[in-house]
């Protein structure tokens, strides 16, 4: 069983910035993030596969999201900059052992507990 640790989520003002970051357990191929704002549904926001560091991010925060990964550190961050007050949510990475992946909430095996980002103005 793999667990995942997420870290970094903190209260920050607008245009601010933040890095998260989660370290899992074992191994795993692909390892992802996703948030939930309050009300709302899981939504996916960025993935990155283990062999080749391929990174994938949803055009709606491309450009100021960016995931990185540390496979000597079996670690994967999310560096957020100009956060505005939408971005307020909880950030849950998410991983896989499987070559597929998807956007889908199922497609992922592995959760996080999640990390808290509020962004105020």
């Known amino acids: 069983q793999v667990q995942l640790v997420e870290s970094g989520g903190e209260s920050v003002q607008a245009g601010g910035s933040l890095r998260l970051s989660c370290e899992a357990s074992?191994?795993?191929?692909?390892m992802g993030w996703f948030r939930q704002a309050p009300g709302k549904e899981r939504e996916f926001l960025a993935a990155?596969?283990?062999?080749?560091?391929?990174?994938h991010v949803v055009d709606s925060v491309k450009g100021r999201f960016t995931i990185s990964r540390d496979n000597a550190k079996n670690t994967i961050n999310l560096q957020m900059n100009r956060l505005k007050l939408e971005d307020t949510a909880v950030y849950y990475c998410?991983?896989?052992?499987?070559?597929?992946?998807?956007?889908?909430?199922?497609?992922?095996?592995?959760w996080g507990q999640g990390t808290k980002v509020a962004v105020s103005s």
């Open positions: 998410a991983a896989t052992t499987l070559v597929f992946w998807g956007t889908n909430r199922a497609d992922w095996y592995y």
């Open positions: 990155i596969t283990g062999r080749n560091s391929d990174a």
């Open positions: 074992g191994s795993v191929r692909v």
